[in-house]
């Protein structure tokens, strides 16, 4: 069974995917431009979003466990002003990564802090922080990317843990699914699959054979199984493509009530 991947890595991929972000941000055509994947903002709101995101959960993590976000993170993500000269926000926005990483170093990946999904199969941890963080940053690239009409694939072991960290940290809950109980299959072409069952004990999920290695193995037992590659099952995952951009077996309207779920917290 795949590990998942060690803090240095997430602490290198958080690095690699904000430098690609900047890459990006530095040739889009205008801050200006619309964001088509975040309808509303420009790039330069989700340039905002991100560093200061970075910056927010630096301040997280530095405090150790706690009930909420320090009050003090919470008040200056909301009076933040950045750069509007693109030379200098990118160099905030370089910035705002060394602080996120350094922060995360200081801590390690064990210590506690808080997190708004404490309910989840991920744990309040710097860890757990960082590896959601590392999606971040990779989706925002993908945003930018759509900007100019030429989207690229998510890097491999990026989408990989990505598919697994939106499923156990957004869609795990301890709230009772309110329809009939059934599992959701998510199989990447590069050969790793994982089940999300849902029934009156909430939504949990396990790492499961891939269809080639379950071959005869309780196959048909989920309602709903996606087809595609690690990349667009992430994107597909946080809503930027439609589910009929991939391959669907079984009931396809199961996808329409998980993606309308809204579990009560706990």
Request: hydrophobic share 40%; proline share 8%.
């Amino acid at each position: 069974m795949e590990k998942n991947l060690e803090f240095a890595d997430l602490l290198r991929l958080i690095d690699e995917r904000s430098t690609a972000f900047r890459t990006e941000v530095a040739a889009a055509p205008s801050l200006d431009a619309q964001v088509p994947t975040c309808p509303g903002w420009t790039l330069f709101d989700l340039v905002k979003h991100l560093g200061g995101g970075d910056r927010f959960w630096a301040a997280i993590v530095g405090a150790g466990p706690a009930d909420g976000p320090p009050a003090e993170a919470v008040a200056a993500r909301a009076a933040l002003e950045v750069p509007r000269e693109r030379e200098a926000l990118l160099a905030w926005l370089a910035d705002s990564t060394q602080v996120l990483l350094s922060a995360l170093r200081e801590a390690g990946p064990e210590s506690g802090c808080w997190t708004w999904w404490p309910a989840s199969q991920t744990p309040s941890t710097s860890g757990g922080a960082a590896r959601h963080r590392v999606q971040e940053s990779a989706m925002h690239t993908y945003d930018v990317q759509r900007i100019g009409g030429a989207p690229q694939p998510l890097p491999l072991e990026v989408a990989l843990d990505g598919v697994e960290e939106f499923l156990f940290t957004v869609c795990a809950t301890p709230s009772a699914w309110p329809h009939k109980p059934t599992a959701f299959d998510f199989h990447a072409a590069e050969g790793r699959s994982w089940r999300l069952t849902v029934d009156g004990d909430g939504a949990r999920i396990t790492r499961v054979p891939s269809p080639a290695a379950a071959a005869g193995e309780d196959s048909d037992a989920a309602g709903a199984s996606v087809h595609g590659t690690a990349s667009e099952l992430v994107i597909y995952l946080y809503d930027r493509i439609p589910a009929d951009s991939l391959r669907v077996d079984g009931d396809a309207g199961l996808l329409d009530l998980l993606r309308a779920w809204e579990p009560e917290e706990k």
